[in-house]
């Protein structure tokens, strides 16, 4: 059995306890660093044991995690060595099961009966899934704006989904209030138990490669803080000498935490009016910005935006190697050419990017190519 | 490196060394049977090397195979051990990519220019993808029914989509002449290489339960046939000592090879006027019909037909358990039910039942649960 780890303010240093899930100065908390080794194991969670908050309930495991990491050729023009680690053959297609799968964990050692989640994507079906999974019931909070077609992949999981009329800004600090006073145990983005799962991913990675840089797609922050978590954790355990470059990638038409970066500011603003087709990706004020930005600082990694059309371009050369992802996830590829082109990632690198969720996710953004119509006598001269 | 397997008729017996696809006597041809044993690695393709038809690309693998068994609940009721063969966490979502992989590889290094397939789905998705990845040109014959919408997660990939005009049951052998004819390498859906990929699902089944039942969802015949060759390779290798049942499953609307098994006839026919929500599997004159009959009675193994609303039911379960399926690939949880209920399937067997595709793909036909309208004010009545 796990001891009980401490939870940290990144930001403030305070200690806590209990199980909260943001520090009273505002800011997340975090598991205290773990040490450990590493063990033989089909799963990440075997093989990791010693760095988990909680013990994985691994009867209850859809099997997340353990994801390929694809050789790309698409690097050999700017020069670099490009690994994608396809986060698209999760469970719920998304990186987001790994978290949502040590939370449940959590919830239902701490017997809880409701779980929650503000989110109208990937995080949505991956919270519905698993609480359906663990015999939990789930209230998915989703905006006003979010249509029925988008919800169907969520609520098919039995969920309970409810449409908040109202600002939807204010619903991840409202749910977490509520679902203290309610019993409803809420996960949403930048959860401490989901910022755990995530460092699943750097394990993974160094099990298989030595990364010079890491390309992150960034909204909330909870994903960075995770990879960044574990490649510390595996350092301070000396099983990886040095760190690689996280590269905090987002979108321009949504980009407060790359703005606050360069505008050299130690708190994040609101950015108004987003617009970007990189909808997963989109969150305007991500409440682990603060938290990533002092990540930022303090080892001196990048934050890069990129705009629409240096994503739909990645996207395009992404489904080239095979893998059809959604906009947010080829965020990583258009911000590897800024970078290449611009010699900031040297040649001879090895990079790798983090591709986070399915383009069938997106469908109805996708340009559909060319069809031609060919009648069936003509079969032979259109193969041609 | 491989030496040259020969091509067997499975029907008739006659024997090839070209790499030809149907016998003269017009039923599919299949590669002799492979012997060997397992080697450490951490791909299927390594571990079960000695059983591939031809030297695997690993270079140009997307992962595809090592799909999560999951251990489901759903078998409590009827008192059977009952796991969940996830193959929606494929590199494009389903168990088409085995044979994908492999038959490119085979394509790859018989200096192929260009492969194609007759699919409107899960293989036209696959085939363009992988055709994309080894740096081959596709042509994806699809029917003049098959909308816009559906072939965009087909044309994203950059393949040709054609929409061929005419008697879509044709396309099949036709496809198979002009591609020998025209230097295209058509990869249909009994291809003798896709057969041998889908193996794999059986090798890694049998790498961690000894299932008495394994539930396929049956449409051509090739993911069945794949299926029984690799548990009859794993047998005569000396790997298992018994084989499991295997159950063919078809959709009631759609089942010609079972009204043929039941009819007691040795060839089957073509099943007129099909209609079932279980588009992935709903062919009515399968190229491995009569392969599969033969498979059954030699075996004595069931031929199971699920109508629509059991298909649906099923689904919903699955989801139930996390996992969101297409509704052919709830057809085998369908088929469970009625045959334990009928005590074909006695208490305490252990069933694997295989997930063919994911639920995202056939979106639409969801059922959409209910959603709750809330003022944020009114938050927390909502979330009682």
Known sequence: MKTKPKLICPICGAEYNGPVQRCE????????????????GKTVWERFYDFWPVEPELELSLGEGDTPLVRSKLGKELGVKLYLK?????????????GTFLAMSYALKADYKAVGTVSTGNMAASV????????????????????????RAVSVYGADVIRVKGDYGRLYFDSLKLGE?????????????????YKGIAFE??????????????????????????????RESGLIEELPVLVAVQAEGCSPICRAFKEGKGRLERFENPKTIAQAIANPYPPSGNAVLRLLREFGWPCVSVGDEEIIGAQRELAGEGLFVEPASATGMAALEKLGESGVIPEGSKVVSILTGSGLKALSHVEGGKIVECPIDELENCLR
Request: aromatic share 12%.
């Open 128 to 151: 519905s899934a698993y609480a359906s999974r663990f015999g939990l019931n789930a209230k998915i909070l989703v905006s006003e704006k979010t249509g029925d077609e988008k919800l």
């Open 205 to 234: 990675i160094a099990e298989e490669v030595t990364p010079d840089y890491v390309l992150i797609p960034t909204s909330s922050g909870g994903l960075f803080r995770g990879i960044a978590k574990g490649f510390l954790e595996l």
């Open 25 to 40: 100065c505002g800011e997340p908390v975090e598991f205290e660093p773990f040490k450990g080794e590493p063990y033989l």
């Open 181 to 197: 006073r309610l019993g409803v145990y809420f996960i949403n983005s930048d959860n401490p138990f989901r910022v755990e799962g």
């Open 86 to 98: 396809n986060e698209t053959v999760n469970p719920t297609w998304s990186f987001k099961d790994r």
